[in-house]
């Protein structure tokens, strides 16, 4: 069965950082990639960041980058989000994705973890 638990949502001021953890379970980890979305409310879901943990790949949304990075422990199983310089805007629901690689959309998701930045 395959399972991906999020990790590490907080109530943080603005200014501050977090580490979002997706450990995963129940599919070969370097044959999928692996995803972050966030949902605000009233707002549609979007894609923050993806990785290809076989290659170490990622690709950052530019309306993130220079303060979100994603990585993965292999290992471990695990994907991360490194969300520095917190903004309100940041807000949400992050979810983790996953889908094999030769597979274009996203087939298993986790639950989310609550983000929320105060002013």
């Known amino acids: 069965e395959v399972q991906l638990v999020e990790s590490g949502g907080d109530l943080v001021q603005a200014g501050g950082s977090l580490r979002l953890s997706c450990t995963t379970s129940?599919?070969?980890?370097?044959?999928?990639?692996i995803a972050w979305f966030r949902q605000a409310p009233g707002k549609e879901r979007e894609a923050v960041s993806c990785?290809?943990?076989?290659?170490?790949?990622?690709w950052i949304a530019d309306s993130v980058k220079g303060r979100f990075t994603m990585s993965s422990d292999n290992a471990k199983n695990t994907v991360y989000l490194q969300i520095n310089s917190l903004k309100p805007e940041d807000t949400a629901v992050y979810y983790c994705?996953?889908?094999?690689?030769?597979?274009?959309?996203?087939?298993?998701w986790g639950q989310g973890t609550q983000v929320t930045v105060s002013s």
């Open positions: 129940g599919f070969t980890f370097d044959d999928y990639a």
């Open positions: 990785i290809t943990p076989s290659d170490g790949s990622a």
């Open positions: 994705a996953a889908r094999p690689r030769t597979v274009p959309m996203y087939t298993y």
